[in-house]
């Protein structure tokens, strides 16, 4: 059996030694084993642990996340369909380059003929590269909304304790309850969620999803069709 050291496993796994060890101590990537001289040394298990929690980590999930991802019964079912959502995300991703190119090179060639010229090639091309994933555009509508609700939070927090006048303040959190009620509303509205164990779409509750476990890109549910209870997969509601 393969045993690698804390300097072959970084090596293989593209990380710092400096990286293992830090995960040695948070718990989540233990070594199999010690030389007789104290030094860690992981298997081929451990390795491919480790190459998981690279991939998790190049999802932007934080390390407690990760740990809990992990400790589930099967997390090999999670990890298969955040790697299906990212490889569709990838070829989506080299199909839109690829019409893009085309369209380029069309447009390219239309320039020698201006007869054939057409202004729509260019507004094609246009609408192409401001194309984004639905799932980032509900995210990034969230994180704008939020970034308002916080400042009109602290403005009227800071000109209350400026001025003695708390009316302001008290109007900003009415404002500021009225619009995390819609901030979720429109979050749960507008994502759905694939069971690991059944890989079928669902909508869970409001109540359900409101308080679940969750990490930025998975939450613990329960699925409808197969009764299964983890980690399900967060994706973008497809307009109907």
Sequence with gaps: MSQYTTGELAKLCGVTVRTVQYYDNR???????????????????????MKQICFLRELDLPLNSIAQLL??????????????????????????????LEQLQQLRRGLGKVKD?????????????KNKKNLYKVRGIMLGVGLALEAIEIGTLIYAVNTGNWWWFGAGMVILILGAIWLSAYYFKSVDYICPQC???????F???F?????????KLTCPHCGHKGFCVEIATEEK
């Design 199 to 205: 890989n079928r779409v669902f909508k869970p509750t």
């Design 27 to 49: 718990g989540i990537l233990c070594p199999s084993a010690l030389s007789e001289g104290g030094r860690r040394l992981y298997s081929e298990e451990d390795l491919q642990r």
């Design 117 to 129: 010229f057409s202004v729509n090639s260019i507004t094609d091309i246009a609408v192409q590269m």
């Design 71 to 100: 400790s589930e019964p099967e997390p090999e079912k999670v990890f298969s369909l955040l790697l299906s959502q990212q490889e569709a995300i990838l070829q989506k991703e080299m199909d839109d380059r690829k019409e893009r």
């Design 211 to 219: 308080f679940a476990n969750h990490t930025p890109n998975t939450r």
């Design 207 to 209: 109540k359900e999803a």
